[in-house]
């Protein structure tokens, strides 16, 4: 073996250069004479090269070599089965035969410059030339595939050469045996190259990860592109400097016998070419980050007019705007309906109303509409529900969220989004935009051509249910020309037992709060004074909007001293509440006001009640008579009730008790009114329901856990 002493102290002299020329080359990587030099051999002749199968060829070599790494040398299993053979893909072969020449070319400029310790910028820049008339895509991946091709052969060679005696007399020529013996001081050596190995196979990637951006959303000349590509030749020159030192690692080892040193040199210009690639590889990363978000930006602007010119087109039917709201791909059935997935398709030639909410709808909504949706199957009126639940798609959904999402679906009998991240951020833009989403769930209605109607009929369905079928404008307004303020109107069908006291002729009150002093002495005076005059009254109490453990503790205090009727369903209690907010957001649509419209002053009286700190009640009898008051002037007024007891003889109880509350009343007052966050719909002036002067408006943030 003395014979091989002599070229290995010959190649190690080599190393010494290299290493200095290495560094030399490190510290000259943004260089830009260097940089010129690249760009001078870049001169493209328009040749379109499909380099992704190349690529996955590439990959199967590099799977297949690390086994054979680990197997051979260091005895750790194989696992060669597992790995995807994708050696046999149509249209593979007519690639390769067209670049097979190429390829070999590179191999053997490779096998060459590299075998005779040669400076590797001069063979990096040889390789350049070669390929000069390709793109910096193809230049990369074919440099690759021809060092894939030699580091293939090398360990097929080792990992067959203990039973195939051809691979054996191969391995003796080429002095492999002693490779395979000393396998173990080599691993760092071996380790340094597999990783160089995969972060110029990630850089390969994402070159041509560049090349096939969509040029419809992103051009090379437009940021970000223009940025990356500028960083584009730098890459690729890295990229195939480090393949000139694979290969040299490699091309090394034949011959050198058994004179092995610790490769320490060797590992650590390796290792450093390695992080240099890796850098590269993540600022590629970023810079592909940055044109994925701006080519998204640009679909969902394109989606988002595209929506625009949907809803503004006559149409046959709902199926266009409801696959582009919904969802326009055919892959997946993206409604859900109990268990059961559907198309959008099953929506044809029916009203569709549109449920949009965050995911903390109300559970008292859900049941409420649930009510309506059951009676409407069950009528001539044909609707379909379908939930769009809207969340914050700049983070994934997390599992409180997800199961938030499932709880909810479980809830309704109507159809549902299969998937929150099925809903495109152009049509969340949208919904929020146009239809004016913010919080609160809203009720858009589309007709049988999908063609808007009523961008939230939520108001009418709460005041009059199906009754309000088809929920456009003109059939609110021919409600509420049938309306009056009245007992039916407050109550409506919450609760029957209230209209079948009604109908035997009984008084009403209905009263709310939660101060308990004063509920028990109301209660006790109103049956004084109900007994006085000799009218049947009954007691009903409605709560407090936005205070249900308030509201609960009172409900028990009042059935405790059994005070009288309560609304123990909490649903009943937010239900009363919400028509109230409805119809003041009904009649402000409708440009309503108190001066004009006595159902909008009621409804303003009633929200301040409830605005209030203290107690109110109303008091009806029959379909028209009503006396109201605040809690403080209510109760005087019973306690009075020997100074208009005549009166009641004379005009009735109810004429009779305004006519005193009206004696009663003085100028100074301080009433309050909290209106809802009603989609930006809250009116500019709101005026006192009382003495009719405008109110000042002041903004409150609210967050109760009540």
Same mark, same amino acid.
């Not at 390789?127 to 690759?144: E, G, I, P, Q």
């Not at 020997?642 to 305004?658: E, K, M, R, Y």
């Given at each position: 073996m003395a014979a091989t002493a002599q070229p290995n102290r010959v190649q190690q002299q080599q190393q010494v250069v290299k290493g200095r020329d290495h560094a030399k080359f490190l510290r000259m990587s943004d260089d830009t004479t260097m940089m010129k030099q690249i760009q001078a051999t870049h001169t493209p002749d328009g040749r379109e090269v499909e380099v992704k199968p190349i690529v996955q060829v590439i990959e199967d070599i590099l799977n297949h070599a690390t086994p054979a790494i680990?197997?051979?040398?260091?005895? &750790?299993?194989?696992?060669?089965?597992? @790995?995807?053979?994708?050696? =046999?893909?149509?249209?593979?072969?007519?690639? @390769?035969?067209?670049?097979?020449?190429?390829?070999?070319?590179?191999?053997?400029?490779?096998?060459?410059?590299?075998?005779?310790?040669?400076?590797?910028?001069?063979?990096?820049?040889? /390789?350049?030339? #070669?390929?000069?008339?390709?793109?910096?895509?193809?230049?990369?991946?074919?440099?690759?595939?021809?060092?894939?091709?030699?580091?293939?052969?090398?360990?097929?060679?080792? $990992?067959?050469?203990?039973?195939?005696?051809?691979?054996?007399?191969?391995?003796l020529l080429k002095q492999l045996p002693d490779i395979i013996e000393h396998g173990n001081s080599l691993k760092s050596r071996f380790d340094a190259v597999t990783k160089l190995i995969n972060v110029m196979l990630d850089v390969t990637?994402?070159?041509?990860?560049?090349?096939e951006l969509p040029s419809l959303y992103i051009s090379p000349d437009m940021p970000p592109m223009s940025s990356a590509m500028a960083h584009i030749p730098t890459?690729?020159?890295?990229?195939?400097?480090?393949?000139?030192?694979?290969?040299? $690692? !490699?091309?090394?080892?034949?011959?050198?016998?058994?004179?092995?040193?610790?490769?320490?040199?060797?590992?650590?210009?390796?290792s450093t070419l390695a992080h240099k690639v890796s850098s590269i590889h993540e600022h590629l990363i970023q810079q592909l980050i940055l044109c994925h978000q701006h080519i998204e *930006?640009?679909?969902?602007?394109?989606?988002?007019? &595209?929506?625009?010119? !949907?809803? *503004? #087109?006559?149409?046959?039917?709902?199926?266009?705007?409801?696959?582009?709201?919904?969802?326009?791909?055919?892959?997946?059935?993206?409604?859900?309906?109990?268990?059961?997935?559907? &198309?959008i398709e099953i929506l044809r030639r029916k009203t569709v109303l549109l449920l949009i909410s965050d995911l903390d709808l109300l559970h008292e909504e859900i049941v409420i509409l649930h009510k309506f949706y059951r009676e409407q199957i069950k009528s001539d009126v044909e609707y379909e529900v379908v939930w769009l639940p809207v969340v914050d798609r700049s983070k994934p959904l997390n599992e409180e969220n997800q199961n938030k999402f499932h709880e909810l679906q479980k809830e309704m009998p109507w159809y549902t989004l299969l998937h929150p991240s099925l809903l495109e951020p152009a049509v969340v833009r949208y919904i929020?935009? /146009?239809?004016?989403?913010t919080k609160k769930a809203i009720l858009v209605v589309l007709d049988l051509q999908g063609k808007v109607v009523c961008r939230n009929a939520l108001h009418m369905m709460w005041i009059w249910g199906n009754t309000a079928y088809p929920f456009t404008n003109l059939k609110e307004e021919s409600l509420w020309k049938e309306e009056t303020w009245r007992l039916k109107l407050l109550v409506d069908d919450i609760d029957a037992t209230i209209f079948a006291w009604a109908n035997q002729g009984k008084y009403i009150c209905i009263y709310g709060g939660v101060n308990s002093d004063w509920i028990l002495n109301f209660n006790t005076a109103a049956r004084e004074v109900?007994?006085?005059?000799?009218? $049947?009254?009954? #007691?009903?109490?409605?709560?407090?909007? &936005?205070?249900?453990? $308030?509201?609960?503790?009172?409900?028990?205090?009042?059935?405790?001293? =059994?005070?009288?009727?309560?609304?123990?369903d909490p649903t009943n209690i937010w239900f009363f509440w919400t028509r109230m907010e409805s119809m003041l957001y009904s009649k402000t649509q409708h440009g309503k006001t108190i001066e004009n419209d006595s159902i909008f002053a009621g409804v303003l009286t009633m929200l301040s009640f409830d605005g209030s700190d203290q107690g109110w009640s109303v008091i009806c009898h029959g379909p028209t008579e009503m006396a109201k008051a605040k809690g403080d #002037?209510?109760?005087?007024?019973?306690?009075e009730y020997?100074?208009?007891?005549?009166?009641?003889?004379?005009?009735?109880?109810?004429?009779?008790?305004?006519e005193h509350l009206q004696k009663l009343h003085t100028p100074e007052h301080c009433n309050r009114l909290i209106l809802p966050g009603i989609n930006g719909d809250i009116p500019e002036k709101v005026v006192c329901a009382e003495c009719g002067r405008p109110m000042e408006k002041y903004f409150m943030y609210r967050c109760c856990t009540d």
């Open positions: 680990d197997g051979t040398l260091y005895g &750790n299993p194989s696992h060669l089965e597992a @790995l995807e053979d994708r050696s =046999s893909q149509d249209g593979l072969r007519g690639i @390769l035969e067209e670049l097979a020449y190429t390829i070999q070319k590179i191999s053997c400029e490779l096998s060459c410059k590299c075998s005779g310790g040669g400076d590797a910028h001069a063979t990096t820049m040889a /390789v350049f030339n #070669m390929l000069s008339h390709y793109s910096w895509d193809a230049k990369v991946a074919l440099s690759l595939a021809a060092f894939a091709a030699n580091y293939g052969e090398f360990w097929l060679v080792i $990992q067959l050469y203990a039973t195939n005696p051809l691979a054996k007399s191969v391995a990637k994402s070159i041509i990860e560049f090349k890459a690729a020159y890295w990229t195939i400097r480090g393949i000139v030192a694979c290969a040299s $690692q !490699i091309i090394s080892l034949i011959g050198m016998s058994n004179e092995y040193t610790s490769w320490t040199t060797e590992s650590w210009e390796l *930006e640009k679909k969902q602007f394109e989606t988002y007019n &595209n929506l625009v010119r !949907i809803f *503004e #087109m006559p149409h046959l039917d709902n199926q266009k705007v409801l696959k582009t709201l919904i969802y326009a791909k055919e892959d997946i059935q993206p409604l859900l309906q109990g268990n059961t997935k559907v &198309n929020k935009e /146009v239809w004016h989403f109900a007994k006085a005059a000799g009218i $049947q009254l009954e #007691m009903v109490y409605v709560g407090k909007s &936005n205070a249900k453990e $308030q509201v609960r503790k009172t409900i028990t205090f009042i059935s405790s001293r =059994s005070l009288g009727y309560c609304w123990t #002037m209510i109760l005087k007024c019973f306690t020997s100074d208009w007891s005549d009166n009641v003889q004379q005009n009735g109880f109810i004429p009779a008790l305004n």
